[in-house]
T-cell receptor, first 113, second 109 residues
Framework: DVKVTQSSRYLVKRTGEKVFLECVQD?????MFWYRQDPGLGLRLIYF???????EKGDIPEGYSVSREKKERFSLILESASTNQTSMYLC????????????FGPGTRLTVL | GQSLEQPSEVTAVEGAIVQINCTYQ??????LSWYQQHDGGAPTFLSY????GLEETGRFSSFLSRSDSYGYLLLQELQMKDSASYFC??????????FGQGTELSVKP
């Protein structure tokens, strides 16, 4: 079974703090993605990565950066957290071809106070 | 811009059939996917249509018409456990998905 894990299920941080969200997949997938999910807005893509050290901006990259030093790990970084970054963050991974089914992690609910 | 439109909520009774429509306006379109998400859970893959026509997977079927930029998810023999949010998503280059806002399905006894 594909497994995508995220470092925390719930996280509370203060405005201005640097926040790291970690995601690990065990299926040797090339593609990895970070989304945020807010009520009524669906899932919005923040950043994605095709391969190690590769990254591409998604639809809402402002205020975020990412790091992919190893194939199985994709990190989302909030350099200076703000209250409008309070959200559910979902990581996903996919292989190449065949509809590129994305497998999601359980999500991290981040609250910025 | 790129967008997908789907109804925000649908209600149906156990045992019934429900259809969730999705219209899309995206560039570099490869196909249409559907994901299910239960409250508090992660989205899980349901189906994918790369070509026009109907794809059937058990009680769930998905349809795509590229010429109409339209697709739907059909759920048959509804069960209470089918109460969830359903997202259509267009697949673009590099495995990138653009998601609709989601349809909340409520199944009543």
């Amino acid at each position: 079974d594909v497994k995508v894990t995220q470092s925390s299920r719930y996280l509370v941080k203060r405005t201005g703090e640097k926040v790291f969200l970690e995601c690990v997949q065990d299926m040797d997938h090339e593609n990895m993605f970070w989304y945020r999910q807010d009520p009524g807005l669906g899932l919005r893509l923040i950043y994605f990565s095709y391969d190690v050290k590769m990254k591409e901006k998604g639809d809402i990259p402002e205020g975020y950066s990412v790091s992919r030093e190893k194939k199985e790990r994709f990190s989302l970084i909030l350099e200076s957290a703000s209250t409008n970054q309070t959200s559910m963050y979902l990581c996903a991974s996919s292989g190449r071809g065949g509809g590129d089914t994305q497998y999601f992690g359980p999500g991290t609910r981040l609250t910025v106070l | 811009g790129q967008s997908l439109e789907q109804p925000s909520e649908v209600t149906a009774v156990e045992g019934a059939i429900v259809q969730i429509n999705c219209t899309y306006q995206t560039s570099g379109f490869y196909g249409l996917s559907w994901y299910q998400q239960h409250d508090g859970g992660a989205p899980t893959f349901l189906s994918y249509n790369a070509l026009d026509g109907l794809e059937e997977t058990g009680r769930f079927s998905s349809f795509l018409s590229r010429s109409d930029s339209y697709g739907y998810l059909l759920l048959q023999e509804l069960q209470m456990k089918d109460s969830a949010s359903y997202f259509c998503a267009s697949l673009g280059q590099g495995g990138k998905l653009i998601f609709g806002q989601g349809t909340e399905l409520s199944v009543k006894p």
